[in-house]
């Protein structure tokens, strides 16, 4: 109590100031001559014309910083409720899961490597004799490897309703396993953990990743921890979905069927735009100190606004429109520059809540891996040629040196940069199909929504248009092995969080499918 009191007077303190300062400037602006019609002012009147607004919500995050900086950690506790309607379960997961460590190097798409990782898992289910009924289930860019509850952790999990029982990842038939992504922080490597080279935080040291790296860190766990050879299928939505088929693409003979929700075979400008635009708000925090905060008061300002924006792109406008309309949390006060209209004490909260509850680097980096996520041909024959470099020069020892030649070719400045893209769309598209070919063989189940504005369905129909086209061009059949489902705006107007909302319409067809 004793703090929360002091905080709160040092903040009543600086508010003092900036309200003197602002007294100040009021004061000298009065003394200046006035342009237009004569009228009478008393210039020994030092208040200004009207009252200085109050920042309830800048005081808010101000003492949530004095709280991290003595030590101790806020709670979100906004106090207007928005939350009549479904919402992902999405909670820093503390206990239950399973930690995989492989003691061997994983070489990376883009050059670097991680001498040893880690892999956060959870199954269920019983995996049969044979080792033909193993599900792996990919998860998006927040998302712990806690999609369903179980006895070491009860809490419900981010797809609780879709794995179980007669579910549509039913555990009477299938071993199901989630992992958290490696780059992230619930359990596997990533920017928080630590580098055994030097035994410090990897922090911005860590190596930019891929989708594909990922997807060859989960299937080493697979092979080296269950045994398991080949998926009886890859599953996964948004980030997910990019990874579902990315297992499929990097094993295509070790995966029987894959199905891709509301994911992408290339990421898109926009949103590529979006996730640059929240990793800028994020790095702008003075707190992100270029990756090195561990040890002082995180970003969480920065990490609240990029969550925001996040969250405009998740949801959609039809469900906006019939929660919120344009109603004002408190209508009979006066309008604020501070959250006000209901929408935006929605944002406002989930900000809040998020801001604490993943890394801010492990943001930046699975954020950027899904942005360079392309299945391509070119894309992926360089990455492989890239990767194969790296462990050439590491097994012949002589990996630092290469780094540092690799770094130092050329200044940033003497780079040759364009402005305009440069192969047209029938030359991408082109070569999609035929970096897609090897998943064109599998059975593969596609879900787009119609109101995702971050995933757009286009993306979900270029999937299944290739991979159909790809059938019958590379491995002589018909296309009638790709499945394509599109959920109309009618059916759900969740937008991009439909994948972990709508049960039926979701579930209900990966049910069928597998």
Not at 94 to 115: A, C, H, I, N, R
Not at 125 to 140: F, P, V
Not at 502 to 512: M, N, Y
């Amino acid at each position: 109590m004793l703090l929360r009191h002091s905080t709160r007077q040092a903040t009543k303190s600086s508010l003092l100031k900036i309200t003197n300062q602002a007294r100040l400037i009021s004061k000298s602006s009065s003394k200046r001559a006035v342009v237009g019609p004569s009228r009478t002012t008393n210039v020994a009147n030092t208040a200004p014309s009207n009252p200085a607004m109050s920042f309830p919500c800048l005081d808010k995050l101000q003492e949530k910083t004095d709280l991290l900086s003595n030590q101790h950690n806020p709670f979100d506790d906004t106090d207007i409720k928005t939350n009549e309607l479904p919402e992902p379960v999405y909670a820093r997961v503390q206990s239950g899961f399973k930690v995989f460590k492989s003691t061997e190097p994983l070489f990376l798409d883009y050059g670097g490597y991680l001498p040893e990782f880690e892999v956060a898992y959870e199954h269920w289910g019983t995996l049969n004799d044979d080792k033909t009924n193993a599900i792996l289930l990919h998860t998006g860019l927040s998302a712990s490897s806690h999609a369903k509850s179980q006895i070491e952790n009860e809490k419900p999990g981010w797809w609780e309703d879709f794995i179980g029982p007669d579910k549509p990842l039913d555990t009477n038939k299938f071993f199901v396993v989630c992992t958290n992504v490696v780059g992230g922080c619930y359990g596997s490597t990533g920017p928080s953990s630590v580098d055994p080279a030097n035994g410090e935080r990897y922090a911005t040291s860590f190596p930019i990743l891929s989708i594909s790296d990922m997807v060859r860190a989960q299937e080493r766990l697979m092979r080296e921890e269950f045994g398991v050879m080949n998926l009886y299928a890859s599953v996964g939505s948004s980030m997910g979905g990019m990874q579902s088929l990315a297992y499929a693409h990097e094993f295509p003979d070790r995966v029987n069927r894959v199905v891709s929700i509301s994911g992408c075979a290339r990421s898109h400008p926009y949103s590529i735009a979006m996730r640059h635009t929240q990793r800028q708000v994020l790095m702008s925090d003075p707190n992100w100190k270029r990756g090195y905060y561990y040890d002082s008061v995180p970003p969480h300002v920065g990490m609240k606004l990029a969550r925001e924006i996040a969250t405009v792109t998740y949801r959609s406008g039809p469900e906006w429109e019939i929660r919120f309309g344009r109603e004002r949390a408190k209508p009979t006060s006066g309008p604020a520059l501070c959250p006000d209209f209901l929408v935006e004490t929605y944002l406002d909260h989930q900000g809040n809540k998020f801001s604490l509850e993943y890394d801010p680097n492990s943001l930046l980096y699975v954020s950027k891996a899904m942005d360079l996520f392309d299945l391509g041909h070119s894309n992926r024959s360089l990455a492989k040629e890239k990767r194969s470099s790296t462990e050439s020069e590491y097994l012949k020892g002589v990996y630092d040196s290469f780094v540092a030649s690799e770094v130092c070719i050329k200044a940033p400045n003497d780079v040759e940069s364009i402005k305009r893209r440069t192969k047209t769309q029938e030359q991408e598209a082109d070569d999609l199909l035929r970096g897609m070919s090897p998943i064109a063989s599998k059975e593969v189940l596609v879900i787009g929504v119609k109101s995702d504005i971050l995933f757009p369905h286009w993306q979900q129909q270029e999937i299944a248009d290739v991979l159909k086209k790809g059938n019958i061009k590379f491995h002589g059949g018909d296309g009638s092995n790709i499945h394509h489902v599109e959920l109309s705006e009618e059916t759900s107007m969740y937008g991009h969080d439909t994948f972990l909302l709508d049960l039926e319409h979701v579930g209900g067809p990966i049910k069928r499918f597998l």
